[in-house]
């Protein structure tokens, strides 16, 4: 295996190799000179410096950082000359020397064949084909020298020469071994046997630069599988375990022999294609891959006793020569990634540029919402209610955000920013108290309503001093009359998750005569069961179906079986989004009790409701 690791071993072996040749090689001119035939050791010295010189130039010239694979090869391939060369110069001054008696010159010949030798089965270790070709150069010349002695004892040290060729292969074959296994286990998972993090990382750095290089195109493919947690705090982390390695079997028979897939931890793995000539082929070839893993994932997983049903969010992103950096292309796969799990799990998602900029706008909105709190960014707007007769009977609080930089942000972008970051919860505090103050003082002022609507998200429902923090409020800022009037929006969609716990918080909000009413009705997966466990008092039916009225869709429909159903289990029905007088008609007509929606007025600030009340129902 030739990975950077060993190409950083070996090009420190470079140095070695120089200083060993240099330094030792003056004794043979010294010695030479002294027994006047010290011609072919200057001759041989010079040959080693230029060979030195050429190994000192290799050693400069590698940056695992900036070379590509070709650059790459080519080096290792001109190291391994390096290595060959300044090696056999040892043999050929064994050579030269072994049958010159002056000075016993020929005992410094065997000594120094010998010490070679040693010296390449430690030093080129970390290559097999490398020491194993230069044992056999240096040891073999010298086998063939003592056994052409033609006496008894030059056959035994022949022999000799042979065992030490064995020993030193055996040496340097046990080193070979240990580094490859601790090259393997440091690049290697070892749950899976996949490549890991840091050779995948490391991987994608040499594959941008071979793309800009070859001006080439491939595929990231980040998969993630979906709801992974809940197998393994279920079944415990043997199962999950024997999942995980199931599942990287299955991924690893889907992918080509040049194709890299490694697990980048937990549940998440990562597929890396070859190089394709253009986008438009590995855009193809990893829809065709990503489509081929979500149905083999899909498949029943048998472990044990238990039958295991999973399926995987993956991400795309093609990489070529304007990619910048492996932690880029990753970031960008998980954009791609993440979004699928937005959408619902269990799909592709390419990544593109669309994305890249909703995600810099929730990046901008988190960091201004973060002080938007402290700098009074956040105002309440008031969207009145109506009843049969036209009259003002209650009204929906909005939040609306105004910030310097960002100008107006709608709810429906922020808002869901501040669920995912936990802001929600000071946010939504926040809101609560200012809009129980407007209500205390409405109500001073003469401005009475049947009902006070206030959108309550899940999040914060969930957030464990919540209905605490509800009875504290109402009981600083309101009187009871007003308590009872108070209406809770629960948005139906995001109910399915936990259905049980959502019921007990509103059970414990319900003692506290909070009113319950379900938002966006109709979008969800609502059953009549729900209905029944839940202490909700009043459906909204979602805008989107009074759009549509009178276009002949079957949203009509769904309008007229929402009212009856309302009917039978005895709640209010709040038609919102009412825009024309044809939609009101038809909600009239159909029984529906109260309506929201600019034909009547759109959310008003506090004042303008105050005035809008007392014009409407004075
Ligand atoms: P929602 O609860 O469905 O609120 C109704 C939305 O419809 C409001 O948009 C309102 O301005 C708009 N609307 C009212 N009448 C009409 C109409 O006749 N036509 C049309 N096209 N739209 C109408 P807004 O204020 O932008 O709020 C959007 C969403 O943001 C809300 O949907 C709600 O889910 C969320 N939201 C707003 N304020 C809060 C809040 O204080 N807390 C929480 N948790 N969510 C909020
Ligand atoms: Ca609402
Ligand atoms: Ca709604």
């Given at each position: 295996m030739n990975t950077i690791d060993s190409y950083i071993f070996l090009r420190k072996q470079i140095l070695v190799m120089i200083g060993l040749s240099l330094i030792p090689g003056l004794g043979y001119i010294f010695l030479g000179w002294i027994n006047n035939v010290a011609a072919p050791a200057l001759i041989w010295y010079t040959l080693n410096l230029v060979v030195s010189f050429g190994g000192y130039r290799l050693y400069k010239e590698y940056h695992p950082g900036r070379m590509n694979t070709l650059e790459t090869k080519q080096w290792y391939a001109r190291v391994s000359t390096f290595f060959l060369l300044s090696f056999s110069l040892w043999t050929l001054i064994f050579v030269l020397y072994v049958t010159e008696e002056r000075g016993h010159l020929n005992y410094i010949a065997i000594f120094t064949q010998i010490g070679a030798s040693v010296v390449a089965a430690t030093i080129l270790a970390s290559d097999k084909r490398l020491f194993i070709a230069t044992l056999l150069f240096l040891l073999i010349p010298m086998a063939i020298f003592f056994a052409l002695i033609g006496e008894f004892y030059g056959y035994i040290l022949s022999i000799f020469s042979l065992v030490l060729l064995g020993v030193l292969f055996y040496a340097a074959n046990s080193s070979y071994t240990l580094l490859e296994k601790s090259r393997f286990q440091a690049t290697h998972?070892?749950?899976?046997?996949l490549f890991n993090r840091r050779y995948f990382i490391s991987f994608l750095e040499q594959k941008v630069r071979n793309l800009l290089y070859y001006e080439q195109y491939s595929f990231m493919m980040l998969l993630d599988l979906d709801h992974f947690k809940t197998i393994n705090d279920s079944l415990g982390h043997d199962i999950g375990d024997r999942l995980l390695q199931v599942v990287s079997s299955r991924i690893q028979q889907q992918i080509g022999e040049d194709e890299l897939l490694a697990r980048l931890g937990g549940d998440e793995f990562v597929i890396v294609s070859h190089e394709m000539d253009n986008r438009e082929e590995a855009l193809n070839a990893a829809m065709v891959l990503a489509k081929t893993l979500l149905s083999v994932l899909k498949e029943t997983f048998i472990i044990d006793t238990h039958h295991l049903y999973i399926s995987a969010s993956i991400g795309v992103d093609v990489i070529d020569y304007?990619?910048?950096s492996a932690h880029h292309i990753i970031k960008e796969a998980d954009i791609a990634m993440y979004e699928v799990k937005e959408q619902g799990r269990n799909g592709i998602i390419l990544f593109n540029d669309a994305l890249a900029k909703r995600v810099e706008t929730h990046l901008q909105i988190e960091r201004h919402l973060h002080i938007a709190l402290q700098n009074r960014e956040i105002s309440l707007a008031y969207q009145p209610q109506f009843n049969k007769d036209e009259k003002v009977i209650g009204c929906e609080v909005l939040a609306r955000w105004r910030n310097t930089t960002l100008g107006r942000v709608p709810p429906s972008k922020f808002i869901p920013v501040a669920e995912q970051t936990g802001l929600i919860i000071e946010l939504g505090n926040y809101i609560l108290e200012e809009s129980f103050k407007t209500f205390a003082s409405w109500s001073e002022k003469g401005v009475v309503l049947e009902q006070f609507s206030i959108n309550i998200s899940v999040r914060q429902l969930f957030h464990g001093t919540f209905v605490e923090e509800v009875e504290r409020l109402t009981q600083k800022l309101l009187t009871p009359e007003l308590i009872d009037k108070l209406v809770f929006e629960i948005t139906?969609?995001?109910?399915?998750?936990d259905i049980e716990r959502v019921v007990d918080i509103m059970q414990r909000l319900a003692h506290l005569n909070i009113n319950f009413s379900m938002d966006d009705?109709?979008?969800?997966?609502?059953s009549l069961s729900y209905l029944k466990a839940m202490p909700v008092s009043e459906l909204k039916i979602d805008q989107s179906f009074v759009a549509n009225l009178?276009?002949?869709?079957?949203d009509q429909a769904m309008i007229v079986t929402i009212l009856n159903m309302a009917k039978i289990f005895d709640l209010k029905v709040v038609a919102e989004g009412v825009e024309t007088e044809g939609q009101l008609n038809f909600l009239r007509q159909n029984n529906c009790h109260i309506f929201q929606g600019y034909y009547f007025?759109?959310?008003?600030?506090q004042i303008d409701f105050e005035h809008f009340y007392t014009s409407n129902n004075g």
């Open positions: 998972d070892y749950l899976t046997g304007n990619s910048t139906e969609t995001v109910l399915v998750n009705f109709g979008t969800g997966y609502s009178g276009k002949g869709s079957s007025a759109k959310p008003l600030t």
